[in-house]
């Protein structure tokens, strides 16, 4: 007997969002911001990434990017909120 289908990674990040009763901006800033964070890491699946993973790309951002400082600091307070919603 086959196993049960497992939603793709994109759409329980959607439900457990939804869950949890958050705006739908913070739902689209969060699935952004995971998508960029997965992209960054050639497609792997966030399971498979250690903390490195997520400093690695924390400092991506500001250091290569030059992004400005209100874009810094709206990052890190998303990004933030994001590493304790992973």
Partial sequence: MKEPHKPRFMTQVRAI????NYSLYTE?????????????????HPI???????????????VILKASVKYNHSF???????????
């Fill in 17 to 20: 969002i939804r869950t949890l």
């Fill in 76 to 86: 890190l307070v998303n990004g933030f909120s994001l590493c304790l919603f992973f």
């Fill in 48 to 62: 498979e990434m250690s903390d490195n993973a997520v400093n690695s790309f924390l400092t991506y951002l500001p």
């Fill in 28 to 44: 689209r800033n969060y699935v952004y911001w995971i998508k960029q964070f997965i992209h960054y890491h050639q497609l792997r």
